[in-house]
C-alpha cells in the first residue's frame, strides 16, 4: 500500500499551550509538539505534504476558528485527513464525555470555553465524507473516551452525501474506508510528561517513531505499525497504554515512509534523549525547562544560562563521544559557546493536570501504605494472639477450691434453682432463669436440649471465670458460654486488613488505579476475611469444646 498522496491529503494540528483558568497550568510542550509533528509530516522522507496543506493552531485559536480549519481541511482532501490535538483533556460530571481544553477551558465547567469531541468528530465525518481515511490523534488526559464516542459503525460516505444533497457517484466507497481515532490514554487516566521534555510522551514517542523509523518492518510503516511501537514502549516504563479505534483496515492501510537507516545513525528514542536538568548557581535555581549553567565559563558570564536546543533533523556533525545537540545564549549572542550538561534519569510529571510527579507520590503512597500495613498488622496479630492464647487455657484452668483469693485463676462454681423457662425465639434460643445460692437472679439463653432437660425447681449448677458466666449445667445437660469477643474479631479484622494493605503495597500494577478499584479491592478482602476469620474462629472453638 503506498503512502497517502500529499497532493490530495491536509493536517490539523492543534497544540494548547497556554491556559487562562488557575488550575489549568500551562503546557508548553503541547505546543511545541504539535510544531514539531508538522514538520516531519512536511518532511519528504517521512510523508511531504506541502506546507500549504498543513495547518497548526495554538493556543490563540478559538472553537470556531479550529472547527472552521477541520472543515476546511475536510472539504480540500480526498485521500487522507489528519487531525492532531494535544492539551488539556477535561470530563463531563458523568464521565462518559469528553472535552478538548481550549485556553479558555473552564476545569469545572468544560462545556465553557472547551471543545466537545463529538462537535470535532461529527465536523471530521460530515465535511470529510469524500476522504478516503480520517486520523484522529488525541494526546491528552482521558483521551481513551473517544473511543465510545467514535463507534466504528461510521456513516459511510454515501449515507453522508444523501444527508448533504451530494451526487452519490462523487461518493464511490473503496472497501478499505474508515475513520482511526488513536489516543494517548485510556478513558480514566491522565496522559504524562517528562520534566523538562520538548514533547508530551505519546507525541514525543510518536514523532521519535516517524524520525527514526523501525528496523527490519520494510519501506513503510502503518499507522498500526507505529501504535504498536508506541504502545510498547510506554507500557514498558509503566505510562497509561495509548488506545486505537479503527474501523475497517485503515489503520493498516495509512502508511509512511520508514527512516530507519536514512540519516545512517538513529537517534535515541524519545524517552532516552537527553533534557537538560536544573541547576543551582550563586544566586538562583533555575527552572526545569531545559536550562543549565555553562559549567566551564568560555568566556560565558556568571550564572548565565545555556538552553539547550533539540533539533533531530538538523543536528550538528556526529563526533567521537558526543551527542547530537546545539547550545545557544539566552541573550541572543550570534556566537554561542557549546555546553556539556549531565544527564539525569528522566522522570514523569502529570504535566496535563498540573499536578506533582505522580511517580514520586505513588511510591510515597505505597512506602505509606507498606509502613502502615506493617503497623497494622503486627498490632491486630499480637491482640488476637493474646486473646486466642486466654481462650486456650481455658480447659486447663481448675475449680475454685473453698477459701481461694479472689486473685486466684480458677473456675469458680454456683448453685441454683431452675425458676422459669420461655422461648426466646424461633431459630431454637430459650431462656432459662435461675435464681443462684448468692440471691441473685438472671436468666440465660441455653440450647433446646438443656432447655428441655430443665424442670422448675431443677438444681443447676452455674461456672464463672473471670467474672463471666461459662457454663450452665442443668440435670446433666450442659450450655457453654465459651466464645470469641467482639475484640477478638476486631483484632483478627485489624490483623487482616494490615496483611492486604502490606500486599497492595507490594503489586506492581497498582498505579493508576482509581480510587474506585481501591475501594472496591478493600471490600473484597474484607469479605474474604469474614469467611476465614469465621473458619478460623470456629476451629478454635470446636478444639477448645
Sequence with gaps: MPVPDPALSRAVLI?????????????????????????????????????????????????????????DAAHQATDTLLVYFAGHGLRNRTRDRLYLALADADEDHPQVGGLSYLELRDVVRQAGYRVRYRITVLDCCYSGLAGAMSATAAPSRADLADVLDEPRELAAEPDDYGDCVLTSAPPTMPSFALPGADYPEFTGEL????????????????????WLRVRRRLSERGSPEPQQFAQNTVARQVQFHNRFGVRGRRSMRFADRIHATQRKNSTSA?????????????????????????NPLRSSPKRAGGTRSETRLQNGQNSPPKARVRVDPPRRVQS???????????????????????????????????HYRELAQYPHVPLCKSGARSDQEC?????????????LSDNGAYGLTVKQASGTTEEHVVSFDVNHAARIGSRAEIKFWRGEVVEVSVRGESEEYVSVSGAGW????????GIGFVTWALLKRTRGLGRGVF??????WGFAGIFLILGVNFLVLDVLA
Excluded: C
Design 207 to 226: 514523532i521519535g517513531i516517524l524520525e527514526d523509523g523501525i528496523r527490519d518492518a520494510g519501506p513503510a510503516l502503518s499507522v498500526d505499525d507505529i
Design 411 to 423: 473456675i469458680k462454681v454456683e448453685t441454683g434453682q431452675v425458676t422459669a423457662k420461655r422461648l
Design 15 to 71: 497544540g494548547i499551550g497556554k491556559y487562562t483558568h488557575r488550575d489549568l497550568g500551562s503546557l508548553p510542550a503541547a505546543a511545541a509538539g504539535a510544531k514539531r509533528l508538522a514538520a516531519v509530516l512536511r518532511d519528504p522522507t517521512v510523508w511531504g505534504l506541502p506546507a500549504e496543506h498543513v495547518t497548526v493552531l495554538g493556543a490563540e485559536a478559538s472553537r470556531e476558528r479550529i472547527l472552521a480549519a477541520v472543515r
Design 519 to 524: 475501594a472496591l479491592a478493600s471490600a473484597a
Design 286 to 310: 533555575l527552572s526545569l525547562e531545559s536550562l543549565a549553567v555553562n559549567p566551564r565559563g568560555n568566556g560565558n558570564p556568571r550564572g548565565q544560562v545555556v538552553s539547550r536546543v533539540v
Design 352 to 386: 496535563f493536570t498540573g499536578a506533582p510527579s505522580l511517580w514520586r507520590a505513588a511510591w510515597t503512597f505505597r512506602l505509606v501504605l507498606l509502613l502502615i500495613g506493617l503497623a497494622t498488622s503486627m498490632a491486630g496479630i499480637t491482640l488476637a494472639t493474646g
Design 490 to 497: 476486631g483484632y483478627s479484622f485489624l490483623a487482616w486488613y
